[in-house]
T-cell receptor, first 117, second 114 residues
Framework: GAVVSQHPSWVICKSGTSVKIECRSLDFQATTMFWYRQFPKQSLMLMAT?????????EQGVEKDKFLINHASLTLSTLTVTSAHPEDSSFYIC?????????????FGPGTRLLVL | GDSVTQMEGPVTLSEEAFLTINCTYT??????LFWYVQYPGEGLQLLLKATKADDKGSNKGFEATYRKETTSFHLEKGSVQVSDSAVYFC?????????????FGSGTRLSIRP
């Protein structure tokens, strides 16, 4: 089946630093990837839609200058949390859309836990 | 806006017990409905789906029926196993395709005792 990986799986950083999270589709190409955020005991909230070769589309209320998304290739999208603060601590999950062979379904990565001190 | 509401967990059952996790939704138009499962340390996996009213999705002994009249998509399994312990998310896509934006419920943690 289609596999999506994320790196790192967890990260601890100091307030004010930037953190980059990678999302890779390992055995398929994905023109579209999504980034979600999950707070404890809450649902996944869509942050942005990432399309290869174009600017990401952000959901209402998500700061695009705070959460930089780059989808530079068909197998890699990155989320950079700039000048991170404790309120950015969360669980970040990406998904990648498989093509016809994979039923045009979203496949999810295992998530990245970010803790900002 | 569109939303999904599911029963709060955690739910703890004994092995071979009957399982129901309630899910209701609010949506305009004709959404597709999904159940995703997240096993410890793994990414979300699609468990089952239904794309129109009265459709029944099924997989691994789990079932859910798309009920438009009650706007519900309850997850059921007749006899749970310890390996079913996971977090279950009810979800919908407003535009019908799982390749588009997904709206998730808050998740229900299920623990099965041997």
């Amino acid at each position: 089946g289609a596999v999506v990986s994320q790196h790192p799986s967890w990260v601890i950083c100091k307030s004010g630093t930037s953190v980059k999270i990678e999302c890779r589709s390992l055995d398929f190409q994905a023109t579209t990837m999504f980034w979600y955020r999950q707070f404890p005991k809450q649902s996944l909230m869509l942050m942005a839609t990432s399309n290869e070769g174009s600017k990401a589309t952000y959901e209402q209320g998500v700061e695009k200058d705070k959460f930089l998304i780059n989808h530079a290739s068909l197998t890699l999208s990155t989320l950079t949390v700039t000048s991170a603060h404790p309120e950015d601590s969360s669980f970040y999950i990406c998904s990648a859309v498989g093509g016809r062979r994979y039923g045009e379904t979203q496949y999810f990565g295992p998530g990245t836990r970010l803790l900002v001190l | 806006g569109d939303s999904v509401t599911q029963m709060e967990g955690p739910v703890t059952l004994s092995e071979e017990a009957f399982l129901t996790i309630n899910c209701t939704y609010t949506a305009t138009g004709y959404p597709s409905l999904f159940w995703y499962v997240q096993y410890p340390g793994e990414g979300l996996q699609l468990l089952l789906k239904a794309t129109k009213a009265d459709d029944k999705g099924s997989n691994k002994g789990f079932e859910a029926t798309y009920r438009k009249e009650t706007t519900s998509f309850h997850l059921e399994k007749g006899s749970v196993q310890v390996s079913d312990s996971a977090v279950y998310f009810c979800a919908l896509t407003p535009y019908g395709s799982s390749a588009s934006k997904i709206i998730f419920g808050s998740g229900t943690r299920l623990s099965i005792r041997p």
